[in-house]
Protein backbone atom coordinates (compact mmCIF):
# COMPACT_ATOMS: atom_id res chain seq x y z
CA UNK A 1 0.00 0.00 0.00
CA UNK A 2 2.58 2.51 0.67
CA UNK A 3 4.21 2.22 -3.06
CA UNK A 4 0.41 3.18 -3.73
CA UNK A 5 0.03 6.08 -1.64
CA UNK A 6 3.47 7.31 -2.69
CA UNK A 7 2.38 7.40 -6.71
CA UNK A 8 -0.96 9.05 -6.00
CA UNK A 9 0.51 11.53 -4.12
CA UNK A 10 2.66 12.15 -6.83
CA UNK A 11 0.27 12.09 -9.51
CA UNK A 12 -1.82 13.98 -7.29
CA UNK A 13 1.24 16.98 -7.09
CA UNK A 14 0.96 16.81 -10.93
CA UNK A 15 -2.16 17.97 -11.13
CA UNK A 16 -2.63 21.25 -8.88
CA UNK A 17 -6.38 21.66 -8.08
CA UNK A 18 -7.30 25.23 -6.88
CA UNK A 19 -8.27 24.21 -3.65
CA UNK A 20 -6.11 20.50 -1.84
CA UNK A 21 -6.93 21.25 1.97
CA UNK A 22 -5.56 17.96 4.11
CA UNK A 23 -7.87 16.04 6.03
CA UNK A 24 -5.65 13.86 8.30
CA UNK A 25 -3.74 12.13 5.60
CA UNK A 26 -7.05 12.51 2.90
CA UNK A 27 -6.62 15.49 0.39
CA UNK A 28 -9.83 17.31 -0.28
CA UNK A 29 -9.62 19.05 -3.86
CA UNK A 30 -11.86 21.38 -6.00
CA UNK A 31 -11.26 22.99 -9.28
CA UNK A 32 -14.22 24.15 -10.65
CA UNK A 33 -15.49 21.01 -11.81
CA UNK A 34 -12.66 20.11 -14.29
CA UNK A 35 -11.91 16.56 -13.75
CA UNK A 36 -12.82 14.08 -11.40
CA UNK A 37 -9.22 13.93 -10.46
CA UNK A 38 -8.83 17.93 -9.56
CA UNK A 39 -12.55 17.68 -7.68
CA UNK A 40 -12.33 14.81 -5.72
CA UNK A 41 -11.28 13.75 -2.12
CA UNK A 42 -7.96 11.24 -1.94
CA UNK A 43 -8.74 8.56 0.90
CA UNK A 44 -5.57 7.22 0.80
CA UNK A 45 -3.97 7.23 4.34
CA UNK A 46 -5.54 7.87 7.96
CA UNK A 47 -7.88 11.08 8.39
CA UNK A 48 -7.45 11.48 11.44
CA UNK A 49 -10.88 11.17 12.08
CA UNK A 50 -13.82 8.47 11.88
CA UNK A 51 -15.02 7.43 8.20
CA UNK A 52 -18.64 8.20 8.83
CA UNK A 53 -17.00 12.46 10.08
CA UNK A 54 -14.35 12.06 7.51
CA UNK A 55 -17.10 11.57 4.73
CA UNK A 56 -18.87 14.38 6.18
CA UNK A 57 -16.18 16.97 5.90
CA UNK A 58 -15.37 15.76 2.34
CA UNK A 59 -19.14 16.53 1.20
CA UNK A 60 -19.13 20.18 3.01
CA UNK A 61 -15.99 20.81 1.26
CA UNK A 62 -17.32 19.75 -2.18
CA UNK A 63 -20.56 22.22 -1.13
CA UNK A 64 -18.33 25.20 0.10
CA UNK A 65 -16.48 25.03 -3.50
CA UNK A 66 -19.53 24.35 -5.29
CA UNK A 67 -18.58 20.83 -6.97
CA UNK A 68 -20.49 17.60 -6.68
CA UNK A 69 -19.01 15.76 -3.74
CA UNK A 70 -16.81 13.03 -5.00
CA UNK A 71 -14.36 10.22 -3.44
CA UNK A 72 -11.42 9.09 -5.56
CA UNK A 73 -10.63 5.19 -4.19
CA UNK A 74 -7.95 3.01 -5.02
CA UNK A 75 -9.41 -0.71 -5.82
CA UNK A 76 -8.63 -3.20 -2.79
CA UNK A 77 -7.90 -0.47 -0.79
CA UNK A 78 -9.29 -0.93 3.45
CA UNK A 79 -10.89 2.14 3.24
CA UNK A 80 -12.87 0.81 0.21
CA UNK A 81 -15.02 -1.46 2.13
CA UNK A 82 -15.64 1.44 5.15
CA UNK A 83 -16.79 4.19 2.61
CA UNK A 84 -19.90 1.45 1.06
CA UNK A 85 -20.50 0.91 4.27
CA UNK A 86 -21.66 4.53 4.64
CA UNK A 87 -24.03 4.49 1.88
CA UNK A 88 -21.44 5.82 -0.84
CA UNK A 89 -21.87 4.07 -4.23
CA UNK A 90 -20.06 4.06 -7.24
CA UNK A 91 -20.55 6.74 -10.12
CA UNK A 92 -20.88 4.58 -12.60
CA UNK A 93 -22.30 8.06 -14.66
CA UNK A 94 -18.69 9.54 -14.56
CA UNK A 95 -18.21 10.87 -18.06
CA UNK A 96 -14.41 9.75 -17.98
CA UNK A 97 -15.97 6.24 -16.44
CA UNK A 98 -16.00 4.89 -13.54
CA UNK A 99 -12.97 2.63 -12.86
CA UNK A 100 -9.09 3.95 -13.93
CA UNK A 101 -6.32 2.35 -14.06
CA UNK A 102 -2.88 3.83 -12.82
CA UNK A 103 -0.69 2.42 -15.12
CA UNK A 104 3.72 2.92 -15.28
CA UNK A 105 6.89 2.12 -17.34
CA UNK A 106 10.42 3.65 -17.88
CA UNK A 107 11.11 6.40 -20.29
CA UNK A 108 12.51 5.31 -24.15
CA UNK A 109 13.67 8.92 -25.34
CA UNK A 110 13.36 9.39 -28.82
CA UNK A 111 12.61 11.72 -31.51
CA UNK A 112 9.64 12.75 -34.01
CA UNK A 113 9.22 15.01 -36.58
CA UNK A 114 7.64 17.87 -36.28
CA UNK A 115 7.42 17.19 -31.97
CA UNK A 116 8.45 19.79 -29.99
CA UNK A 117 8.18 20.15 -25.78
CA UNK A 118 7.80 23.99 -25.05
CA UNK A 119 8.30 25.37 -21.15
CA UNK A 120 4.62 27.33 -21.72
CA UNK A 121 1.41 26.15 -23.37
CA UNK A 122 1.43 27.81 -26.88
CA UNK A 123 -1.92 29.29 -27.79
CA UNK A 124 -2.80 26.52 -30.57
CA UNK A 125 -2.48 23.96 -27.48
CA UNK A 126 -5.19 25.12 -25.76
CA UNK A 127 -8.13 24.11 -28.16
CA UNK A 128 -6.76 20.15 -29.05
CA UNK A 129 -5.77 19.50 -25.27
CA UNK A 130 -7.90 21.05 -23.20
CA UNK A 131 -11.13 21.65 -25.48
CA UNK A 132 -11.17 25.22 -25.78
CA UNK A 133 -8.81 27.93 -27.05
CA UNK A 134 -9.95 29.94 -24.19
CA UNK A 135 -9.24 28.11 -21.28
CA UNK A 136 -10.89 28.64 -17.79
CA UNK A 137 -8.83 29.74 -14.73
CA UNK A 138 -9.43 26.06 -13.26
CA UNK A 139 -8.15 24.88 -16.76
CA UNK A 140 -5.21 26.89 -16.22
CA UNK A 141 -4.10 26.19 -12.74
CA UNK A 142 -4.49 22.66 -13.24
CA UNK A 143 -2.52 22.32 -16.68
CA UNK A 144 0.04 25.17 -16.25
CA UNK A 145 0.47 26.33 -12.31
CA UNK A 146 3.15 24.53 -11.84
CA UNK A 147 6.39 24.43 -12.29
CA UNK A 148 8.53 20.89 -14.31
CA UNK A 149 5.62 21.13 -17.06
CA UNK A 150 6.45 20.13 -21.00
CA UNK A 151 3.54 21.27 -23.32
CA UNK A 152 4.08 19.09 -26.39
CA UNK A 153 3.06 19.93 -29.83
CA UNK A 154 3.28 18.13 -33.32
CA UNK A 155 2.74 20.04 -36.30
CA UNK A 156 1.51 18.49 -39.87
CA UNK A 157 1.61 20.58 -42.73
CA UNK A 158 0.94 23.69 -40.82
CA UNK A 159 -1.29 22.02 -38.71
CA UNK A 160 -1.50 20.78 -34.81
CA UNK A 161 -2.63 17.47 -35.21
CA UNK A 162 -1.47 16.18 -32.21
CA UNK A 163 -0.80 17.53 -28.24
CA UNK A 164 0.71 16.28 -24.86
CA UNK A 165 1.31 17.61 -21.09
CA UNK A 166 4.49 15.77 -18.99
CA UNK A 167 4.76 16.91 -15.54
CA UNK A 168 8.19 16.41 -13.65
CA UNK A 169 7.75 15.33 -9.93
CA UNK A 170 11.42 13.85 -8.82
CA UNK A 171 12.26 11.21 -10.96
CA UNK A 172 8.77 10.60 -12.40
CA UNK A 173 7.25 11.73 -15.47
CA UNK A 174 3.71 12.23 -15.08
CA UNK A 175 1.82 12.13 -18.89
CA UNK A 176 -1.48 13.81 -19.30
CA UNK A 177 -4.01 15.60 -22.19
CA UNK A 178 -2.65 12.84 -25.11
CA UNK A 179 -4.35 13.69 -27.95
CA UNK A 180 -4.50 13.22 -31.96
CA UNK A 181 -6.82 14.52 -34.01
CA UNK A 182 -9.34 12.09 -35.68
CA UNK A 183 -8.10 13.11 -39.08
CA UNK A 184 -4.35 11.92 -38.37
CA UNK A 185 -4.73 8.71 -35.96
CA UNK A 186 -3.52 5.40 -36.38
CA UNK A 187 -0.39 6.80 -38.00
CA UNK A 188 1.64 6.84 -34.58
CA UNK A 189 1.74 10.54 -34.29
CA UNK A 190 0.75 9.60 -30.78
CA UNK A 191 3.73 7.31 -30.37
CA UNK A 192 6.13 10.17 -31.71
CA UNK A 193 4.79 12.59 -29.54
CA UNK A 194 5.29 10.69 -26.55
CA UNK A 195 8.95 9.56 -27.12
CA UNK A 196 9.80 12.83 -27.73
CA UNK A 197 8.47 14.17 -23.97
CA UNK A 198 10.64 11.37 -22.81
CA UNK A 199 13.81 12.51 -24.24
CA UNK A 200 12.57 15.83 -22.55
CA UNK A 201 11.62 14.24 -19.12
CA UNK A 202 15.24 12.50 -19.32
CA UNK A 203 16.88 15.22 -19.55
CA UNK A 204 15.39 17.11 -16.52
CA UNK A 205 15.63 13.92 -14.41
CA UNK A 206 12.88 11.63 -15.13
CA UNK A 207 13.34 8.09 -15.09
CA UNK A 208 9.79 6.41 -14.64
CA UNK A 209 6.12 7.64 -16.05
CA UNK A 210 2.94 7.08 -14.88
CA UNK A 211 -0.62 7.94 -16.44
CA UNK A 212 -4.29 7.68 -15.78
CA UNK A 213 -6.45 5.55 -18.16
CA UNK A 214 -9.88 4.96 -18.42
CA UNK A 215 -10.79 1.00 -18.44
CA UNK A 216 -13.05 1.31 -21.33
CA UNK A 217 -10.12 3.59 -23.46
CA UNK A 218 -8.57 0.34 -24.73
CA UNK A 219 -6.58 2.01 -27.32
CA UNK A 220 -4.82 3.91 -25.15
CA UNK A 221 -4.14 1.22 -22.81
CA UNK A 222 -2.32 -1.04 -25.88
CA UNK A 223 0.04 2.37 -26.84
CA UNK A 224 1.41 2.51 -22.91
CA UNK A 225 1.33 -1.54 -22.66
CA UNK A 226 3.49 -1.43 -25.98
CA UNK A 227 5.82 1.79 -24.66
CA UNK A 228 6.89 -1.05 -21.70
CA UNK A 229 4.26 0.46 -19.14
CA UNK A 230 1.87 -2.08 -16.33
CA UNK A 231 -0.91 -1.32 -14.50
CA UNK A 232 0.10 -0.67 -11.02
CA UNK A 233 -3.08 -0.24 -9.24
CA UNK A 234 -7.04 1.37 -10.04
CA UNK A 235 -9.11 3.89 -8.68
CA UNK A 236 -12.58 4.44 -8.77
CA UNK A 237 -14.77 7.54 -7.89
CA UNK A 238 -17.69 6.50 -5.55
CA UNK A 239 -20.21 9.35 -4.38
CA UNK A 240 -23.60 9.76 -1.64
CA UNK A 241 -26.44 7.35 -3.12
Known sequence: ME?????????????????????GQWRMRAAAGFTGRANSTLTLGDPGVGIASALD?????????GID????VVVGSPVEGEIAGQGWVVNEAHPGGAESLVMTGPLTPGSYEGAEIADTPPSTWW??????????????????????VG????????????????????????ISRLAVRPSHRRL?????????LYAWAYERGARRQALQVAEHNTPAIRLYEGLGCVEH?????W???
Open 69 to 72: PCAH
Open 151 to 174: YGTLVKDGQLVATVRGAVVGDLLH
Open 3 to 23: AIIRLESECAAAWPALVDEPL
Open 188 to 196: GLGLGMLKT
Open 127 to 148: ELAAGSARPTVAQRHVLSSMPG
Open 233 to 237: HRYRY
Open 239 to 241: IPS
Open 57 to 65: NAVGFAQRH
